[in-house]
């Protein structure tokens, strides 16, 4: 019944290192998007993408980029981990009038 | 820009009673959608009810209930005989249409006493 699934579920990166989130979705879906979540901030967005190849910004990008060379897989990339970029990470995704799935979320720690 | 805002961080019940849990947002569309997600200690986030704006009838999922304001911009969602396993954080999110980005919340944190 696994619809999303995230490749951890606990990571702990050294600072500098170029760190790898996975997700996978099993619904064909073509809107996928990662979240970041922090106490007292809720979830912010910080890429998408609508379509294989496509990506765009979302509120919080930078340190980060993404990539989506298959419909079903959403990589996250963090180019040069930073300590404070330790965070609970989420992705989803949707299609249509479908409500969004999520993943079970990869908590990330940068030491 | 499409803001949401939850103004209780914690909120606290007592088991079998009803608790209410605040949202406002901002937006200058007059379509678009509102939903309240769950997320218990197992950090799997569950859908817990929608809204579509331009639904004037209020949301109702069995035990959960929504009090839509339009005019306001007020997304409030009721509980009614709250059981242990509501105890979770809440969150309030808002997407300009079906399949889009969700904009959430800082979330409410709701604890049940037995």
């Known amino acids: 019944d696994v619809k999303v699934t995230q490749s951890s579920r606990y990571l702990v990166k050294r600072t500098g290192e170029k760190v790898f989130l996975e997700c996978v979705q099993d619904?064909?879906?073509?809107?996928m998007f990662w979240y970041r979540q922090d106490p007292g901030l809720g979830l912010r967005l910080i890429y998408f993408s609508y379509d294989v190849k496509m990506k765009e910004k979302g509120d919080i990008p930078e340190g980060y980029s993404v990539s989506r060379e298959k419909k079903e897989r959403f990589s996250l990339i963090l180019e040069s981990a930073s300590t404070n970029q330790t965070s609970m990470y989420l992705c989803a995704s949707i299609q249509g009038n479908t409500e969004a799935f999520f993943g079970q979320g990869t908590r990330l720690t940068v030491v | 820009a499409q803001t949401v805002t939850q103004s209780q961080p914690e909120m606290s019940v007592q088991e079998a009673e009803t608790v209410t849990l605040s949202c406002t947002y901002d937006?200058?569309?007059?379509?678009?959608?509102l939903f309240w997600y769950k997320q218990p200690p197992s950090r799997q986030m569950i859908l817990v009810i929608r809204q579509e704006a331009y639904k004037q009838q209020n949301a109702t999922e069995n035990r959960f209930s929504v009090n839509f304001q339009k005019a306001a911009k007020s997304f409030s969602l009721k509980i009614s005989d709250s059981q242990l396993g509501d105890a979770a954080m809440y969150f309030c999110a808002y997407s300009m249409e079906y399949g889009n980005k969700l904009v959430f919340g800082a979330g409410t944190i709701l604890r049940v006493k037995s």
């Open positions: 937006t200058s569309e007059s379509d678009y959608y």
């Open positions: 619904m064909d879906h073509e809107n």
